[in-house]
């Protein structure tokens, strides 16, 4: 019987919380007396193109779930770089204990579209307006439909779309529990893969 030997050279290290990368996304909320929230998560991505849709997952535990189950809105603001410091720090604590917002210095923004607060420093923010809840375990995964993305001047590239490497995005590893910036351009989707076409 043949051995696969790449099998072979794998070691389980057993069902853990494991991707890469692991986004860095900060929702914004509201609570139930209007005062601004935002928490840090890495469970989460897009998960529908048509309506386009972003999934983050939250646990009970938390003041962001009392918060989205109450408002069913919310805002996925994504720092740049200069701000792993704030964006650590909004997963650290909780809205409960702490106004976040005062203590980083940072500027809550009301959406124009949703009843819920954006990080006004961060450079890109999504508008989301909550379509169904998945219960998984100790989450609860909330899917959002994105009403609109807002993106700073600054950050666009010449032909007018998100430039990556101005906004500065970083990831998280749930492993090493260390955040990690982006490196350069390896090809481009949809044309790199071309050359293996029969």
Same mark, same amino acid.
């Given at each position: 019987?043949?051995?696969?030997?790449?099998?072979?050279?794998?070691?389980?290290?057993?069902?853990?919380?494991?991707?890469?990368?692991?986004?860095?996304?900060?929702?914004?909320?509201?609570?139930?007396?209007?005062?601004?929230?935002?928490? =840090? $998560? $890495?469970?989460?991505?897009?998960?529908?193109?048509?309506?386009? *849709?972003? =999934?983050? *997952?939250?646990?009970?535990?938390?003041?962001?779930?009392?918060?989205?189950? &109450?408002?069913?809105?919310?805002?996925?603001?994504?720092?740049?770089?200069?701000?792993?410091?704030?964006?650590?720090?909004?997963?650290?604590?909780?809205?409960?204990?702490?106004?976040?917002? =005062?203590?980083?210095?940072?500027?809550?923004? /009301?959406?124009?579209?949703?009843?819920?607060?954006?990080?006004?420093?961060?450079?890109?923010?999504?508008?989301?307006?909550?379509?169904?809840?998945?219960?998984?375990?100790?989450?609860?995964?909330?899917?959002?439909?994105?009403?609109?993305?807002?993106?700073?001047?600054?950050?666009?590239?010449?032909?007018?779309?998100?430039?990556?490497?101005?906004?500065?995005?970083?990831?998280?590893?749930?492993?090493?529990? &260390?955040?990690?910036?982006?490196?350069?351009?390896?090809?481009?989707?949809?044309?790199?893969? /071309?050359?293996?076409?029969?």
């Amino acid at each position: 019987m043949a051995t696969n030997h790449w099998a072979m050279t794998k070691r389980s290290i057993g069902p853990r919380t494991l991707l890469y990368p692991h986004p860095d996304l900060i929702i914004g909320t509201y609570d139930a007396s209007g005062r601004p929230d935002a928490m =840090a $998560a $890495a469970w989460g991505g897009i998960c529908s193109s048509r309506p386009p *849709s972003v =999934a983050v *997952s939250v646990q009970k535990t938390r003041q962001t779930y009392a918060n989205l189950v &109450e408002q069913r809105e919310f805002t996925i603001s994504i720092p740049s770089t200069d701000y792993v410091r704030e964006a650590d720090y909004f997963g650290i604590v909780s809205g409960r204990d702490e106004e976040k917002f =005062a203590a980083t210095g940072l500027t809550p923004v /009301k959406s124009d579209l949703v009843n819920a607060p954006y990080v006004g420093e961060f450079p890109v923010v999504l508008e989301c307006r909550l379509l169904q809840t998945v219960e998984i375990g100790v989450h609860t995964q909330f899917i959002g439909e994105i009403l609109d993305v807002k993106v700073e001047e600054s950050v666009l590239g010449e032909d007018g779309r998100p430039d990556i490497e101005k906004i500065r995005p970083f990831a998280y590893d749930s492993m090493r529990q &260390e955040y990690y910036g982006f490196g350069k351009v390896l090809a481009k989707a949809f044309s790199a893969g /071309k050359e293996l076409k029969k």
